[in-house]
């Protein structure tokens, strides 16, 4: 019998999925491997009965340039109960099991490493390798070195966001646009550099205050309000859904909000629409203030995850999935593939990500000390500052209320 490989996909989809299966599934079958993709993630692996498929070369061809993920996807997260009563260890020891390749965030990660020592302590070892993944780019990687899937998500976000200023320039309207960015404002903020966006809001900014429903709400009216003082009475804000983390019960139960959580305790976000939510926040606000504001709400979620991957996740999700290979011949296990912008490849161990005290991987938040980012509040982003203070009196009463640097407490 041929011995065999295993490859998954957790979580969420990201642009370039089926590039690092393709690439995994090409590689090992060059070897002489045989290649099983298992359907529904670690599902399969606790189910007498997993939906799998043999990977041929032909199909790895049909699918690697592809958005979405070939392999249905899970987020199933096996309880200690699981292990213990339905673990499928047949599923190994019949087919030849080799390697097990899980394509995930952190959680992926973490439960492909419980596998690993589950079938050691069965007396089947195998190694596992795990590649990366998030369009949020939060992931710890060293620096300069983006979660894959992040590109081609800020590239499509970028052109619907750029579309959606366009329209605001033309009709004379604001928008209101909520990214993805469970834990970080990377894609936000990628998104509102890219297309010169007035206003910004990430749960980084918020460094020295914590962060309100009242705030984030006042920071896009500031915009407002410094944009009409310019004769401009248009413009978009995007703001990043991880402000929503951050929020304490109080505020989340005063905004009306009603979240449920999924298996790893994470408000399922994707059930509510953000930016509609802000966007009635925002126009109560202005209709308070007697500003004459028409405003729209965009949300960037689900529109973005199955983008077509651009050609910088074409070619780095392949050097990942022969990357898998290299380590595994390397004799690498328990590991994260890792490859620099130089193409070298490097394994990454969780134990070396992980929090000392939590054992949780801590997530990569967007610089804010940053030349980058500095330049971008200081040259893009339009807002109150004391010099408005008195233009900005035939619009609101309290102008220091809207002061950007206030509302933050960055003075």
């Given at each position: 019998?041929?011995?065999?490989?295993?490859?998954?996909?957790?979580?969420?989809?990201?642009?370039?999925?089926?590039?690092?299966?393709?690439?995994?599934?090409?590689?090992?079958?060059?070897?002489?491997?045989?290649?099983?993709?298992?359907?529904?993630?670690?599902?399969?692996?606790?189910?007498?009965?997993?939906?799998?498929?043999?990977?041929?070369?032909?199909?790895?061809?049909?699918?690697?340039?592809?958005?979405?993920?070939?392999?249905?996807?899970?987020?199933?997260?096996?309880?200690?109960?699981?292990?213990?009563?339905?673990?499928?260890?047949?599923?190994?020891?019949?087919?030849?099991?080799?390697?097990?390749?899980?394509?995930?965030?952190?959680?992926?990660?973490?439960?492909?490493?419980?596998?690993?020592?589950?079938?050691?302590?069965?007396?089947?070892?195998?190694?596992?390798?795990?590649?990366?993944?998030?369009?949020?780019?939060?992931?710890?990687?060293?620096?300069?070195?983006?979660?894959?899937?992040?590109?081609?998500?800020?590239?499509?976000?970028?052109?619907?966001?750029?579309?959606?200023?366009?329209?605001?320039?033309?009709?004379?309207?604001?928008?209101?646009?909520?990214?993805?960015?469970?834990?970080?404002?990377?894609?936000?903020?990628?998104?509102?550099?890219?297309?010169?966006?007035?206003?910004?809001?990430?749960?980084?900014?918020?460094?020295?205050?914590?962060?309100?429903?009242?705030?984030?709400?006042?920071?896009?009216?500031?915009?407002?309000?410094?944009?009409?003082?310019?004769?401009?009475?248009?413009?978009?804000?995007?703001?990043?859904?991880?402000?929503?983390?951050?929020?304490?019960?109080?505020?989340?139960?005063?905004?009306?909000?009603?979240?449920?959580?999924?298996?790893?305790?994470?408000?399922?976000?994707?059930?509510?629409?953000?930016?509609?939510?802000?966007?009635?926040?925002?126009?109560?606000?202005?209709?308070?203030?007697?500003?004459?504001?028409?405003?729209?709400?965009?949300?960037?979620?689900?529109?973005?995850r199955c983008q077509t991957p651009i050609a910088y996740d074409l070619t780095y999700c392949s050097e990942l999935g022969l990357g898998v290979y290299q380590l595994f011949s390397e004799g690498k296990t328990g590991c994260m593939v890792y490859v620099n912008s130089e193409g070298k490849v490097s394994p990454l161990y969780l134990k070396d990500l992980q929090?000392?005290?939590?054992?949780?991987?801590?997530?990569?938040?967007?610089?804010?000390?940053?030349?980058?980012?500095?330049?971008?509040?200081?040259?893009?982003?339009?807002?109150?500052?004391?010099?408005?203070?008195?233009a900005a009196k035939q619009y609101v009463p309290n102008p220091e209320e809207y002061d950007f640097n206030k509302i933050l407490n960055w003075n």
């Open positions: 019998m041929k011995d065999a490989v295993a490859i998954l996909t957790g979580g969420g989809p990201a642009p370039g999925m089926n590039t690092v299966v393709g690439s995994v599934a090409k590689t090992f079958i060059h070897h002489g491997y045989r290649v099983i993709g298992l359907h529904e993630g670690y599902t399969g692996l606790f189910n007498p009965e997993p939906r799998t498929v043999d990977i041929n070369y032909r199909m790895a061809d049909g699918i690697f340039n592809q958005g979405g993920s070939f392999l249905q996807m899970s987020r199933f997260k096996p309880t200690p109960e699981d292990f213990e009563n339905n673990f499928n260890l047949k599923f190994f020891t019949e087919n030849n099991i080799k390697l097990l390749v899980t394509v995930g965030g952190d959680d992926t990660a973490s439960t492909a490493n419980r596998i690993a020592k589950f079938l050691e302590a069965k007396k089947y070892p195998i190694a596992n390798i795990h590649v990366p993944k998030t369009i949020d780019n939060d992931l710890p990687l060293p620096v300069g070195t983006p979660t894959f899937g992040y590109e081609s998500a800020k590239d499509k976000g970028a052109v619907i966001g750029r579309a959606v200023y366009v329209d605001a320039r033309t009709s004379g309207n604001w928008f209101v646009l909520a990214a993805m960015g469970r834990s970080a404002g990377h894609l936000a903020f990628g998104i509102g550099e890219a297309c010169h966006y007035p206003m910004i809001v990430i749960p980084e900014m918020f460094n020295k205050t914590e962060i309100t429903v009242d705030k984030i709400v006042k920071l896009v009216v500031s915009s407002i309000i410094k944009r009409k003082i310019m004769g401009m009475d248009y413009g978009a804000a995007v703001i990043s859904e991880g402000v929503f983390h951050a929020l304490s019960n109080e505020e989340i139960a005063n905004s009306g909000i009603h979240f449920t959580y999924d298996e790893h305790g994470h408000p399922e976000l994707g059930k509510v629409s953000k930016a509609h939510i802000f966007n009635e926040l925002i126009e109560k606000h202005v209709k308070a203030l007697g500003l004459k504001v028409k405003s729209r709400p965009v949300e960037l979620g689900y529109e973005i929090d000392p005290t939590t054992g949780k991987i801590p997530p990569r938040l967007v610089d804010i000390t940053s030349d980058k980012f500095k330049m971008v509040i200081e040259n893009i982003i339009n807002s109150i500052t004391p010099s408005d203070y008195e």
